[in-house]
């Protein structure tokens, strides 16, 4: 069922054209706004031209990467799917970007987002949505023309990240960036079938990140297999002086060992993560993968992260209230999309907020704004860290208990058709989305959502591994163990 068959490439300008021709082919899925053809020509070039001398910079050299379109690449468009910023070039690389072209990455091009990463599906961007190419025609026949409008069955990608992991489940990239605020790598990683990685808070620079909420946002990882994943990481990763948030632990570079023993790992399953939403399948799925874990030689036990049932809500307003702090520098008097009202400084700056701002983006701003009112601070914000500092206390306890990692969904259910999706608002698929995904973002843990194997219907079916923080490399581990011992028949090869 392979998308593309597999093909022996001579040198990287031939994988850079390899990639473009895949972009060409699939229009439909619409996972890339911005595409840097020549630029990624000339970059892959220079790659061949460093490899015959013998002078490969990285595992990555030659290879092409997508960027989400909420992370800075100098002298291109950054627009963050969003009106407010569809005319900004961004005047400096992300340091993540910065460090994969040092590496000799190929930056193929710009990819689809919710606005201002705002959502779980990549259905609210100015762009239009981004499609899943599972269970679409294109799944099984690259060269159909059908446009958007024409299939009304297409399945949602997830978000915010969508561009980015369509782009790698067709095999138009070879790994893509992605961001992470509550799930937003994960969660569509887990529609489309592909790794999607989110290391630990720190560990990875968020300078040239567009924010949306500074305290969780973390750039995460797309990809095929874990290998590729970590290699991306090994680049990505480190402190960065441009980014007070980021540490100085040990950041050796991650190398995969195919030994890997399993005997003397603790996994846990916590059982607040059984949602009455799982469908059957998501369950069996969860039960046969730690069914496997056991069997292997090692210790699965279920426990309990009792503060889960208020993480939804925690989140939700602590999200809102960084986002009305973080879109208040879009007034239109200095930078981005600039209103025609003449009456006043006021008036220029709100309606070029009313104009510039969708829907979901504006209504987050005004919830954020009543939460951070001083009759309703202490109400609303100050409660919420509390409980965010209860949730992080669930998972230090757990590795306090001898716990390893922790096995949970990583989404509820396999892609929900686009028609259904859009049914619902912005909060409820969010609610319902990153239910098991956005708790590991307030307690700062690395997180990896790993395909297993395929829905009655032909749909990837995806499970989250947890890990302690600043332990990167040993969920790297065995995420690759679990990865060879499901076999997942990618889209590409």
């Not at 395909?451 to 690759?480: C, H, T, W």
Request: hydrophobic share 40%.
């Amino acid at each position: 069922m392979a998308f593309v068959s597999k093909t022996v490439l001579n040198s990287s300008t031939d994988h850079c054209r390899q990639c473009l021709e895949r972009v060409k082919q699939t229009p439909a899925v619409n996972a890339f706004v911005t595409l840097l053809k020549d630029k990624a020509l000339d970059a892959a070039a220079e790659s061949d031209e460093r490899i015959s001398n013998g002078k490969r910079l990285s595992n990555l050299d030659g290879l092409t990467i997508g960027v989400k379109d909420n992370f800075c690449v100098k002298n291109v468009k950054t627009t963050c799917s969003s009106k407010m910023l569809q005319n900004f070039i961004a005047p400096y690389d992300a340091t993540v970007v910065k460090r994969l072209k040092q590496a000799g990455g190929v930056i193929l091009g710009k990819t689809n987002l919710d606005e201002f990463a705002m959502g779980s599906g990549t259905t609210d961007s100015i762009h239009g949505p981004t499609k899943n190419v599972w269970g679409s025609p294109l799944q099984y026949d690259v060269n159909r023309t059908q446009s958007i409008e024409d299939f009304n069955e297409w399945r949602i990608a997830g978000g915010s990240s969508g561009g980015s992991a369509v782009a790698v489940a067709t095999g138009s990239v070879f790994a893509a960036l992605g961001s992470d605020t509550g799930g937003s790598t994960r969660n569509p990683a887990s529609y489309c079938g592909v790794i999607g990685y989110k290391p630990t808070y720190g560990v990875v620079s968020r300078n040239g990140l567009i924010p949306l909420v500074n305290s969780m946002d973390v750039p995460g990882i797309l990809a095929r297999t874990v290998n590729d994943t970590a290699d991306v990481f090994n680049i990505i990763s480190g402190p960065d002086c441009f980014d007070s948030t980021t540490v100085e632990e040990n950041t050796k570079p991650v190398n995969l060992n195919e030994e890997f023993d399993i005997n003397n790992v603790k996994i846990g399953i916590p059982r607040e993560y059984h949602n009455s939403a799982i469908t059957p399948e998501i369950l069996e799925t969860w039960k046969y993968i730690a069914n496997i874990f056991q069997n292997a030689g090692a210790t699965v036990q279920e426990m309990s992260m009792p503060h889960t049932e208020h993480s939804i809500v925690t989140y939700s307003i602590l999200n809102a209230c960084e986002v009305a702090s973080n879109m208040s520098r879009y007034s239109g008097l200095l930078f981005g999309h600039r209103s025609q009202a003449q009456v006043s400084t006021d008036q220029v700056i709100a309606e070029s907020r009313c104009e510039g701002f969708g829907p979901v983006v504006r209504s987050r701003i005004l919830a954020g704004n009543y939460f951070l009112l001083q009759r309703n601070y202490e109400k609303y914000f100050v409660k919420a860290m509390k409980v965010r500092r209860l949730i992080a206390d669930d998972f230090e306890n757990a590795w306090n208990s001898g716990f390893n990692f922790l096995l949970t969904p990583t989404t509820l259910s396999t892609a929900p058709l686009l028609s259904d999706f859009t049914k619902l608002d912005n909060r409820s698929q969010c609610a319902l989305q990153d239910y098991c995904t956005q708790a590991v973002n307030m307690a700062g843990c690395p997180a990896i959502s790993i395909p297993i194997y395929l829905s009655k219907e032909g749909l990837p079916i995806s499970l989250q591994v947890i890990g302690r923080n600043f332990e990167d490399a040993a969920l790297l581990q065995l995420a690759g163990w679990l990865e060879k011992a499901v076999s997942f028949p990618h889209l590409v090869s």
